[in-house]
């Protein structure tokens, strides 16, 4: 059973930053792609980052390329996002999971079988 744990969420004014962590269990997370999605009441949840296993691709969702890195240390089993100028409409829980192995990252939930429990970012204006 793989657990992933977020941290990092919290209170910020807009313009500020954050760094969640994501924190996996098991010896094979170097071999799987990861990502990082986000949700806010009433909406789907949507596809924020992600990163090939090989940490050698990223990929970016339109609102947040240019503002938000992610990265992973695969000797830490942790992935990252950087999350910079931030807005209100960031404001949402964020969720890191696990996609496919020996694979790149997907703007998909389906792509993803496992699913941290989430953690709060709230952008105030």
């Known amino acids: 059973q793989v657990q992933l744990v977020e941290s990092g969420g919290g209170l910020v004014q807009d313009g500020g930053s954050l760094r969640l962590s994501c924190a996996a269990s098991?010896?094979?997370?170097?071999?799987?792609?990861m990502g990082w999605f986000r949700q806010t009441p009433g909406k789907e949840r949507e596809f924020v980052a992600g990163?090939?296993?090989?940490?050698?691709?990223?990929r970016y969702a339109d609102s947040v390329k240019g503002r938000f890195i992610i990265s992973r240390d695969n000797a830490k089993n942790t992935v990252y996002l950087q999350a910079s100028s931030l807005k209100p409409e960031d404001t949402a829980v964020y969720y890191c999971?696990?996609?496919?192995?020996?694979?790149?990252?997907?703007?998909?939930?389906?792509?993803?079988?496992?699913w941290g429990q989430g953690t709060q970012v709230t952008v105030s204006s």
């Open positions: 999971a696990r996609g496919p192995r020996w694979g790149e990252s997907s703007n998909y939930t389906q792509s993803y079988d496992y």
């Open positions: 098991g010896r094979t997370f170097s071999t799987y792609a």
């Open positions: 990163i090939s296993w090989t940490g050698g691709r990223t």
